[in-house]
Each structure stands twice: as structure tokens, then as C-alpha cells.
């Protein structure tokens, strides 16, 4: 009982902690989120129409995900089911991919899962994206439609 007990509690401190951004400002400044920014020899509305292109055919999707785990005695084992989606949004020049999964802790809702800021500059534009540790599947896509590159659908490479 004195386990259950504590297990109940840190549940609870873990929700009360956990944190999702609602908005991208939010997401721009969260401990969790990485930046990366590189400069492109594209002008910045070249360089957001690639990107805002590309991000709407490939990144507004769902998955399910199904794991299994079998051991212990007889009629013990595990099964779950995780349900994702993703869709994007412009707005101005930044592209905003978020993310909903109902198996999220309190199922925050869609919440801003990677940003991308483009920025004008002498030379061309600057893309500044913020993301998870983890979702470099992203970033890196969303870097080579920036430079003009535009490769398939980074889908295979997600989960």
C-alpha cells in the first residue's frame, strides 16, 4: 500500500511538472526545446514558400503506434496503443508543426511541437528552428527545404 501510495504521488508532482508550450513564443524560450539556425542563399519568401510547401504535404499526418510486451507469469504483459498527429501552420514567416496525442499526461491538446523562424538578411535569409532533443527528423528537413532541396517526406525516418 506505502508504494502505491508514493507511486500516486510522484504521478501527480510528474503531471503538476510537466509542461507543454501552448504557443510559439513559448516554445522559442522552453528548456526543453533545442535551437539550431543556419543562413541560406535563398531570399527569405523563397526559403518559407519551400519550407510552407513541403511542411504541408509531409508534416499533417497521424500514426498509431502499437506496442506489446510479454513476460512474467501467464496473463501479465503489456499493450499499448499511441495515437499521433500532426498538422502546420504559417504564420508571417515562421512555420509551426504541433503535435496532439491523447496518451499525452493531461492530453494538453494540439501544443507547438517545432518552430521555424526565416528572417531576412544581407545574403539571403536565416532559419532559426526550435524542437525537442529528438525531433532532429524534423529540423534537418526543414533545413534542406530551406536550402531549396526538396526531398521526399522525412515520414519513414519519424518513428
Known sequence: ?????ASAAALVLLTGCLSFPTTPEELRNHSGAR?????????ASAAMNTIANRARACLNFG????MTRMGGSPGQGMNAIFRDSYRTRVEGRSLVVEHNSPNNVGNPGWYPRVLADVTPT??????????PIGDGVFTRAIQ????????PCPRSDLF
Not at 122 to 131: D, I, K, M, P
Open 144 to 151: 534542406a527545404w530551406a536550402r531549396g532541396d526538396t526531398t
Open 1 to 5: 500500500m506505502r508504494s502505491f501510495l
Open 122 to 131: 544581407s545574403g539571403g535569409a536565416r532559419v532559426t528552428t526550435y524542437a
Open 35 to 43: 535551437s539550431e539556425t543556419i543562413e541560406v542563399s535563398r531570399s
Open 63 to 66: 500514426s498509431t503506434t502499437q
